[in-house]
């Protein structure tokens, strides 16, 4: 059975810090590009970060400098370090791992940045 289990998420200061963890299970996660994708309200579902089975990462310009990806392909997990963070990075953030057309997903965790 396919798992993606996000867990990190909260409420944080403008400035603040927090770090995102995905664990996941029931598929071969080291071929899998990793992914988190965020989602404000009224907002279309936005790619965050990205990185590849090779280590290759790629991030929306909205967060470069701030944000760094990472994955541990011994552990099954995929981090989101998120820094400097600002009100409008509050959303839903979602975990995924894909290949080819195959997409998983996890169920998401909030992300609330406000003073």
């Known amino acids: 059975q396919v798992q993606l289990v996000e867990s990190g998420g909260g409420l944080v200061q403008p400035g603040g810090s927090l770090r995102l963890s995905c664990a996941a299970s029931g598929f071969m996660f080291r071929i899998y590009v990793m992914n988190w994708y965020r989602q404000a309200p009224g907002n279309e579902r936005e790619l965050v970060a990205t990185i590849t089975s090779g280590g290759r990462i790629n991030k929306a310009d909205s967060v470069k400098g701030r944000f760094a990806i990472s994955r541990d392909n011994a552990k099954n997990t995929v981090s989101l370090q998120m820094d400097s963070l600002k009100p409008e990075d509050t959303a839903v953030y979602y975990c995924?791992?894909?290949?080819?057309?195959?997409?998983?997903w996890g169920q998401g965790t909030q992300v609330t940045v406000s003073s």
């Open positions: 995924t791992g894909s290949v080819g057309t195959n997409q998983y």
